[in-house]
């Protein structure tokens, strides 16, 4: 996506984030295949801060904002962050923000006030806006949402080789074990769901303390995680997704001192590009800004 050119209207912008990002991300319906064949590349943004994540392991609340705010002018071109979010967020919207509540690395608090802090700029209400994860079919909010932000943590993952934005909207189906077999990999089926078809305007994948490596099912150990002290930023989920995970291999590469294949691979990733539809994972097709903290980038 280019620099906004002098006079182009808000809806202008908005058509043009949409066809950038595959349709069907910001709002716009699906793309055709055709379409989808010749679109622009994703662009995707990586911004990092050294201090985000303090010597105790907590989060610099402050940081995180910042970062945020930066990873947006970035990604949309726009003089500030509030300009952003009325980009993609009207003030009649009903907003979720889909999150994520695994125990040992959810999505931060910090980073959802800073979300939730974005869409009430663009002048939407506090009672418009929820906030979900495992509850979201039973959130009145989220059964009747116009726009959804969608944000978590990157990290490895038993059933689909990593714990994706792709995959964080598995509880949006009833039965989530259908979406397991073949490592998971129709995941981008989820994005075609009625109650998200459509609807997702940004997408934040959260690289601050992301996990690299696990042990079976739920298997958590924090030696296996470390402050990278990043966030990934598009409305391309797929793309972000495949930046993410060129950094999960990349640090896996470096702790272990060989190229040790996730278990089971991380496929529906690429799949949610080259089957569904859904957006780019080929890096000769995403357009990535890195942003701050350049030392070990990992990419």
């Known amino acids: ?41 994703s662009r995707v943004v990586l911004i990092r801060h050294e201090r985000v994540v303090t010597a105790r392991g907590g989060l610099n609340a402050t940081l995180v904002q910042q970062m945020l705010d930066e990873a947006l002018v970035a990604l949309f071109g726009l003089e500030s962050p509030s300009e952003c979010w009325k980009a993609i967020i009207q003030p009649d919207d009903i907003v979720g923000i889909k999150t ?36 979201v079919l039973r959130q009145r909010i989220f059964r009747r949402t116009t726009a959804l932000i969608n944000s978590r943590p990157m990290r490895t993952h038993a059933w689909s080789g990593v714990g994706s934005l792709i995959k964080n909207y598995i509880m949006f189906v009833n039965r989530p074990p259908d979406y397991h077999p073949d490592a998971c990999a129709d995941l981008a089926k989820l994005w075609q769901l009625p109650i998200v078809r459509g609807k997702t305007r940004l997408n934040v994948l959260v690289m601050l303390t992301p996990q690299f490596h696990n042990i079976g099912p739920h298997h958590f150990d924090r030696r296996y995680t470390w402050p990278y002290g990043g966030l990934i930023v598009s409305t391309d989920p797929v793309a972000a997704d495949a930046v993410g995970l060129r950094i ?26 080259t089957v569904h539809h859904l957006g780019n994972a080929d890096t000769s097709r995403i357009d990535l800004v890195r942003l701050g903290w350049e030392d070990d980038i990992l990419i």
């Open 248 to 273: 999960i291999q990349q640090k896996r590469r470096l702790a272990f001192g060989e190229d040790r294949p996730l278990q089971p691979r991380a496929h529906h990733i690429a799949l949610a590009d």
């Open 100 to 135: 994520n509540v695994w125990a040992y690395l959810p999505t931060p608090r910090e980073v959802e006030r800073a979300i939730q802090r974005g869409v009430r700029d663009a002048e939407v209400p506090a009672t418009n806006i929820g906030i979900g994860d495992r509850n």
């Open 1 to 41: 996506m280019t620099h906004l050119t002098e006079g182009l209207s808000r809806r202008d912008f908005v058509k043009g984030v949409g066809c950038a990002a595959v349709g069907g991300t910001i709002g716009l319906p699906l793309l055709t295949r055709e379409a989808r064949a010749t679109q622009a590349t």
